[in-house]
Each structure stands twice: as structure tokens, then as C-alpha cells.
């Protein structure tokens, strides 16, 4: 059984930053894929960034390519989600999970609750 509990979502300018933190529980963490997604109102949750076990490989929805990264550290058993130049469409609720396979949450897959983003123009 795995927890996940994320952190750092707030109120942000348009051009701002917010780096979301991802807490989990539970000795599996290490070994999965780990995502980030996220919904914006009346829309559907989407895939935004995901990184595997290691921490070398990772890759990104084209929404935000070049201004997200997403790293890990094992040993905190935390993610993270570094987010630069923010943009009001970035507006919604960031859930991390995992694990995942490509850029998809099956259905044995873990959810935190999910933190509120709100980028303002």
C-alpha cells in the first residue's frame, strides 16, 4: 500500500514558478514510474510529466515541455514538480500517482489528493 501526499500548490502571477512536492508511504516507491497530472476545470484530468524509477529518464505532455521538469529522490521517497514560466492554462489541480505506463494511470495505481494551482493573468 502506497500514500501519496502532495504539497506547494498555490496562487501564481502568469511568468511565475511553483515546484510541487509529492510525498509517499510505503517501501514500492522506489521501483515505480511516478507521473504528474492534472485537471483543469471542466476539462479531463490529463498527463502532464513522468519519470521513471531511476531518475534518468523522463518525459513531458507538449504543454509543457521545456518549462517543467520533474525529478526524484528514492531515499525521501518524494517528487517533485519544478514549474517555470507558468501560464493560465496551467490552472487546476496537480494529483501525483503511480505507477503508471507511458503516460497513463492504470487502474492499480496510487493518487494523492491532489494541490490546487492557480496561475492569474
Known amino acids: 500500500q502506497v500514500q501519496l501526499v502532495e504539497s506547494g500548490g498555490g496562487l501564481v502571477q502568469a511568468g511565475g514558478s511553483l515546484r510541487l512536492a509529492c510525498v509517499a508511504s510505503?517501501?514500492?516507491?522506489?521501483?515505480?514510474?511516478m507521473g504528474w497530472f492534472r485537471q483543469a476545470p471542466g476539462k479531463e484530468r490529463e498527463f502532464v510529466a513522468a519519470?521513471?524509477?531511476?531518475?534518468?529518464?523522463?518525459y513531458f505532455a507538449n504543454s509543457v515541455k521545456g518549462r517543467f521538469t520533474i525529478s526524484r529522490d528514492n531515499a525521501k521517497n518524494t517528487l517533485w514538480l519544478q514549474m517555470n514560466s507558468l501560464k493560465t492554462e496551467d490552472t487546476g489541480i496537480y494529483y501525483c500517482?503511480?505507477?503508471?505506463?507511458?503516460?497513463?494511470?492504470?487502474?492499480?495505481?496510487?493518487w494523492g489528493q491532489g494541490t490546487q494551482v492557480t496561475v492569474s493573468s
Open positions: 519519470i521513471d524509477w531511476s531518475g534518468y529518464s523522463d
Open positions: 510505503g517501501r514500492t516507491f522506489s521501483s515505480y514510474t
Open positions: 500517482a503511480g505507477p503508471i505506463t507511458g503516460i497513463v494511470a492504470g487502474p492499480g495505481a496510487y
